[in-house]
């Protein structure tokens, strides 16, 4: 089974940055978009964006915007969640996962998963 993983959580102030990184090493994810989700205490886990193999496509859900951004280095088999201006509502457990096909929020939609990475946002 292949598995993703994550680095580049931790606790922060609110109003700071982290950036989230995921690799597959020794997997090439060639035509997979990637995809982070998050899953604060007590509620589902949901997309926060997504990005395709190629062309730049991304997907970003409304609440993020203007604030996280997600890229990738195909070279490097590795994906970023870049998370600025941080706020206590962001706290959760952030994975990455690889879905075949363009980029999507759907969970259901992805085959790979990460165990995930712990993010705390303190006011």
């Known amino acids: 089974q292949v598995q993703l993983g994550e680095a580049g959580g931790g606790l922060v102030q609110a109003g700071n940055s982290l950036r989230l990184s995921c690799a597959a090493p020794?997997?090439?994810?060639?035509?997979?978009?990637m995809g982070w989700f998050r899953q604060a205490p007590g509620k589902e886990r949901d997309g926060v964006a997504a990005?395709?193999?190629?062309?730049?496509?991304?997907y970003c859900v409304d609440s993020v915007k203007g604030r996280l951004t997600i890229s990738r280095d195909n070279a490097k088999n590795t994906v970023y969640l870049q998370m600025n201006s941080l706020k206590p509502e962001d706290t959760a457990v952030y994975s990455c996962?690889?879905?075949?096909?363009?980029?999507?929020?759907?969970?259901?939609?992805?085959?790979?998963w990460g165990q995930g990475t712990q993010v705390t946002v303190s006011s």
């Open positions: 996962a690889a879905a075949l096909g363009p980029p999507t929020r759907y969970t259901t939609r992805y085959e790979y």
């Open positions: 020794g997997r090439n994810f060639s035509g997979y978009a």
């Open positions: 990005i395709a193999w190629i062309g730049g496509i991304t």
